[in-house]
């Protein structure tokens, strides 16, 4: 290929700019069209993009998360300003056809041709289909498009509700049966969106272990116990031989397998990789590679100076890369060689790291140990489904690549230390917090912070230094960094707060705008001043701005922080006056708000422990108000579906049965978890059951800066999993193991032993300290996990605080607990009590006693309205089917032409 710089446009537009055509519509031409309008400061280039799907670009690295959002625009990529930039079309739902490279047109699906000074193929990949027999049977998808997403969403939908029949017991849908073909990244991705949408879910893998690309096969074992936790089954070493169809429906039934196996199904996700879409460049003439793609060089360009190919399209070194990092990278360096820059492609960050919730993987690097001579240090916990290991060079000091699953934390600070000398022990990295101290890591200037955007670290220091960011938020702004994946965010963070220190820069703590303290101190203010109302908060330590007469009535930040610490100090009823006001919708509604719009109401169950006549009333309520029910990760039932208007209703009956509010709204103790402990199982060593019920009943409704969860084993086989809890409680022969500091969610954390064989007066005491020291200490919507990793000290100093009252508070600690116990009030039934709270549970605050006169209802078409006053006294003309019928404290709703009135 040429080694020249690109030639001159032949001729200039009309405006004197030249035209870059981009064929493809997805991340990295979003990027390429980004990086361009940011460096072409005079204009230089007016931009076409054409997209194949009817959308704007999207983050396709995100895909999963289309189940949770539902809606396209959430993952779009690019601000509204790039497409609505003069200098940028975007024609959607408009594949280019064919390319005329002499005439330097392209021609799109209308027919209509386009002329182009430069062109840029972004075509990306379509999702490899293996050739197995039936892979085209209606129930076969590929996970690659939002429209694939869509269409296996309805699928397993439409077979849940094909499958659901009416029993005497009430509706009984049998389970989807759901198969992935291939265990790498997107096929655990896919797996997971089956377990999202209900379905079962087994991943069917030919190599020895999942993953089996970025992770070893120690690693992959380690994966495999943790996907296997998720309730997803694996088969490794299994060849898909055929897909057969179900003999009725026609839809696929059944895989066989090369080992005889066989798997009944009624959903499958094939992932077995990418094929880049070169047909394009192909047709044009254009060099491709032995394995597909276009043939670049460095500088991303083809043999044709004027067409140049980016992301999985481009065959670079040889090969097509399928990670979105290096595409973004291409198309920088695209960017910058069109605007006269001498840019070229550094080679490819293959670092990845798994999207899928509860499941910690990632890997860099020479992952595998090939390189020659090196060696591995390798650290793992096989029952807490950990594997960590370093690939260093011969002498132990360079690092070479990593593997971390189960606990990826050490990932981001060790990523950017590729190729450079580790200081110290390498396997001092690998150790479990608490068991060693790492060195700290000075990342040099070049260090590759944040790959899906190729920034490095100083590039962060010099947003600092150089650009005036004050912020995080500025930082990313700037850089771009940490505004892909968010792998990078914790190392973004860090790196902008000690370089704003070093800097002299003031790294503010403050809670927000309003108050200049931290939430620790504005907790201690409070509880020190003794002050009742935010208004007499903000008045007292709220900022008043230069030339303001107050501080300003709040925001959105800080008002729901006050709310909390009022309600921690026992402050009253939460809806009380004017802490009302203070609440998020959540709390404000006492339940928790669902995607469309409706409430979900959770009953607390201590220990997951019901009676049968509680089921029963349970599942009439359920039934009356046509709720769906599901048996939750912390032994509750949870019942969606409810109304604002009907949540005093089902609060009623619920409270009237002997429940509470399980507070699954606030943030607040949630659950405590427990197994059947001694009192059913062989193995028990302690009646865990006992204690759950008396920690949740110890705990409820005690407010924190996040969500609590604890979870109580009676032995070490640990049923409860109370090592994934805030706090978990393991039984013993001599009583009882604390641990601490344990969370789920995106960043899962093993909690850490604080304390051994504890009588149970002691146990208390010891979990009551922690908690009010948390709740006092830890910032605002701060886990237990990273409270414990920041509190100066770390566990150690909390372990003296609690059990050897270092600092002199535990009476205080103990104090606060106890006034919590005895003054905590059931929230649900404190609303019922109070007529003032209840009017707030309406579908609109001013909702009319009155229908309006001016309003026309047509009863025969089935249209409601309120009934009059005079019509409730009256008494409606005979009772409907009481499913056709909503009745609430008040007006009686009209469903058809005759009402049903009850008392």
């Known amino acids: 290929m040429s080694s020249e710089p690109p030639t001159p446009a032949r001729t200039a537009g009309a405006d004197g700019r030249r035209h870059v055509v981009v064929v493809g519509g997805g991340m990295v031409a979003h990027r390429f069209v980004e990086a361009l309008r940011a460096r072409d400061t005079d204009g230089a280039w007016r931009v076409t993009v054409f997209a194949e799907e009817p959308r704007k670009p999207y983050d396709r690295v995100g895909l999963t998360r289309y189940f949770e959002v539902r809606d396209a625009d959430e993952l779009s990529l690019g601000t509204p300003e790039l497409w609505d930039d003069p200098l940028v079309t975007l024609h959607r739902d408009c594949a280019v056809e064919s390319i005329d490279r002499e005439a330097r047109t392209v021609t799109d699906r209308l027919g209509r041709v386009h002329a182009y000074d430069d062109l840029v193929l972004a075509t990306g990949s379509n999702a490899a289909v293996p050739p197995i027999e039936g892979a085209d049977l209606p129930g076969v998808f590929v996970y690659r498009t939002i429209d694939d997403v869509a269409a296996l969403r309805g699928w397993v939908e439409a077979k849940r509700e094909a499958s659901t029949v009416t029993t005497r017991r009430g509706p009984l849908a049998k389970p989807v049966r759901g198969a992935v073909v291939g265990g790498g990244l997107l096929g655990l991705e896919a797996a997971g969106a089956l377990k999202a949408l209900g379905a079962q879910a087994t991943v069917i893998q030919f190599g020895t272990h999942l993953m089996d690309v970025q992770i070893d096969l120690g690693g992959g074992e380690a994966l495999k116990r943790l996907i296997n936790d998720k309730g997803i089954a694996v088969r490794c ?25 066989r798997l009944d199904v009624d959903v499958v996700v094939l992932a077995t990789g990418v094929r880049p879409r070169d047909e394009l460049a192909r047709a044009a003439g254009l060099e491709i590679g032995e394995r597909g793609g276009a043939v670049v060089d460095d500088r991303c360009r083809t043999a044709d100076e004027h067409v140049w190919a980016i992301g999985e399209v481009a065959c670079i070194g040889g090969r097509c890369l399928g990670l979105v990092a290096p595409g973004n990278t291409m198309a920088e360096v695209v960017a910058d060689r069109l605007l006269g820059g001498d840019a070229e492609f550094p080679g490819a960050d293959t670092a990845t790291k798994l999207k899928l919730s509860g499941v910690d993987v990632a890997s860099f690097g020479d992952a595998h140990g090939r390189t020659e001579d090196s060696i591995e240090v390798v650290w793992a916990d096989p029952t807490a489904g950990v594997y960590k290991k370093l690939v260093m060079s011969d002498d132990a000091s360079t690092l070479l690549g990593g593997v971390f699953v189960g606990d990826a934390a050490p990932y981001a600070s060790l990523r950017p230390m590729l190729g450079a000398e580790l200081p110290g022990d390498p396997g001092a990295f690998l150790l479990p917090e608490g068991a060693g101290a790492a060195p700290d890591l000075e990342l040099p200037d070049d260090a590759n912070v944040c790959s899906c955007n190729n920034v490095s670290a100083g590039t962060i220091r010099g947003a600092v230094t150089d650009h005036d960011c004050t912020s995080v938020g500025d930082v990313k702004s700037c850089t771009k960094a940490g505004t892909t994946c968010g792998a990078c965010l914790p190392l973004v963070t860090k790196l902008t707060k000690t370089e704003m220190a070093r800097a002299g820069l003031e790294v503010s703590s403050a809670l927000c705008e309003h108050f200049a303290l931290t939430r620790a101190q504005l907790f201690d203010a409070v509880r020190v001043a003794d ?9 007292r330590f709220g900022v008043v701005p230069e030339g303001a007469e107050s501080a300003g009535r709040g925001c959105d930040i800080c008002k729901p922080v006050v709310a909390s610490i009022l309600a921690s100090q026992g402050n009253g009823h939460i809806l009380a006056g004017e802490q009302s006001a203070l609440q998020d919708t959540n709390d404000h509604m006492l339940a928790n708000m669902q995607k469309d719009g409706t409430y979900s109401v959770v009953p607390r169950m201590p220990g997951g422990e019901v009676t049968p006549e509680g089921l029963i009333v349970v599942g009439q309520v359920a039934k009356d108000f046509g709720l769906y029910t599901k048996i939750t990760g912390g ?8 109304r604002v208007e009907q949540l005093p209703q089902i609060w009623k009956r619920l409270v009237d049965a002997g429940f509470e509010s399980g507070h699954a709204y606030g943030k607040s103790l949630r659950t405590v978890k427990s197994c ?6 062989r193995y028990g060593v302690q009646d865990s059951v006992g204690m759950a019920v008396e920690l949740e009943l110890r705990y409820r409704g005690l407010r924190s800066p996040h969500k609590l969860k604890l979870g109580v084993s009676g032995c070490a086989r640990e049923c409860a999993e109370a090592r994934g809890k805030d706090v978990g409680v393991i039984a013993t022969d001599k009583g009882w193991n604390v641990y601490v500091g344990g969370n789920g969610g995106q960043t899962p954390k093993h909690a850490r032993l604080l304390a051994e064989d504890l009588d149970t007066a002691t146990l208390l005491r010891t979990i009551d300290r922690f908690l009010m020291l948390y709740i006092r200490t830890a910032d605002r919507l701060q886990r237990t996990a990273p409270w414990v990793e920041e509190y100066e ?15 002199g508070i535990g009476a205080d600690l103990d104090a606060a607990m106890a006034a919590h116990v005895e003054g905590y009030q059931d929230e649900w039934k404190a609303v019922l009590e109070d007529p003032e709270k209840l009017a707030r549970f309406g579908s609109f605050v001013n909702a009319p006693a009155t229908p309006d006169p001016a309003l026309a209802y047509v009863p025969e078409r089935g249209q409601k309205r309120p009934a009059t006053p005079d019509e409730v006294a009256a ?18 709703l009209v469903t058809g032409p005759t009402l049903e009135v009850r008392a």
């Open 237 to 261: 070493d299994t060849a898909t031989q055929a897909m057969r169809p179900h003999r009725r429906t026609g839809h696929v039934g059944r895989m066989d397998f090369a080992d005889g196996g």
């Open 531 to 539: 002050l009742h109302s935010f208004s007499d908060i903000i008045e």
């Open 635 to 642: 032994q509750r039932i949870d019942m969606f579906g409810a």
């Open 676 to 681: 059947v402990g001694s009192t059913w199982c």
């Open 793 to 807: 000290g770390g566990l150690d100093a909390i372990r003296e605080v609690v059990l050897e009252d270092s600092l």
């Open 875 to 892: 008494g409606a003309a005979g009772p409907v089917d009481p499913e056709l019928v909503a009745v609430v404290d008040g007006p009686v």
